[in-house]
């Protein structure tokens, strides 16, 4: 158990809708990432913040946004869904902005 | 365009042979490589980490040797076992950034 929570694990939704994943980092670390896992692929970046403020930008889409709340969690919205925006999307935490990444299990999304 | 890539997709080895996972990197500005495990159904776990600075580092059962001369960074697992069976992403960190970019993976099939 990396100590990083992710809800939900599974989340299945129609296209042209909106979904919020949720990440609870590891206590005590300041940093939230999110990747996105798609089906042979690897992990690609999405954003991350740190204490709250946003500190790097990946390839996430304009459809997608993020934040970080002051309790430090984090939540992704992903918008006017599409087919292949089914993927894992992964939230990660670190204690500072750099080192070990420690993974959340993952939350499935699949666009029907 | 810069990227982290692993040379096979797939490898598969006899329980108990030594394993190597291979991995090139075009970004020489990284300072910083980490080897992660996923097992099926989870997010990827830390293996190993190593700084530009070194060239070899050890832990229990796996090794990881940088060579910046030709940007290639390999995993050795010893006597691997079939609890080693995952896929195995290489990632890098540029000096310039904060988030790990992740190579696609190898599939690690340990064989009895």
């Known amino acids: 158990d990396s100590g990083v929570t992710q809800t939900p694990k599974h989340l299945i939704t129609a296209t042209g809708q909106r979904v919020t994943l949720r990440c609870s980092p590891r206590?005590?670390?300041?940093?939230v990432y999110w990747y996105q896992q798609s089906l042979d692929q690897g992990l690609q970046f999405l954003i991350q913040y740190y204490n709250g403020e946003e500190r790097a930008k990946g390839n996430i889409l304009e459809r997608f946004s993020a934040q970080q709340f002051p309790d430090l969690h984090s939540e992704l919205n992903l918008s006017s869904l599409e087919l292949g925006d089914s993927a894992l999307y992964f939230c990660?935490?670190?204690?500072?902005?750099?080192?070990?990444?420690?993974f959340g299990e993952g939350s499935r999304l699949t666009v029907l | 365009g810069e990227s982290v890539g692993l040379h096979l997709p797939t490898l598969s080895v006899q329980e108990g042979d030594n394993s190597i996972i291979n991995c090139a990197y075009s970004n020489s500005a990284s300072d910083y490589f980490i080897w992660y495990k996923q097992e099926s159904g989870k997010g990827p776990q830390f293996i190993i980490d190593?700084?530009?600075?070194?060239d070899k580092r050890q832990g229990q059962r796996v090794t990881v040797l940088l060579n910046k001369t030709v940007k290639h960074l390999s995993l050795q697992i010893a006597a691997t076992q079939p609890g080693d069976s995952a896929v195995y992403f290489c990632a890098e960190r540029p000096n310039s950034g904060y988030a790990l970019n992740f190579g696609k993976g190898t599939s690690l099939l340990v064989t009895p």
């Open positions: 190593i700084r530009s600075n070194m």
């Open positions: 206590s005590g670390d300041l940093s």
């Open positions: 990660a935490s670190s204690p500072g902005s750099t080192g070990e990444l420690f």
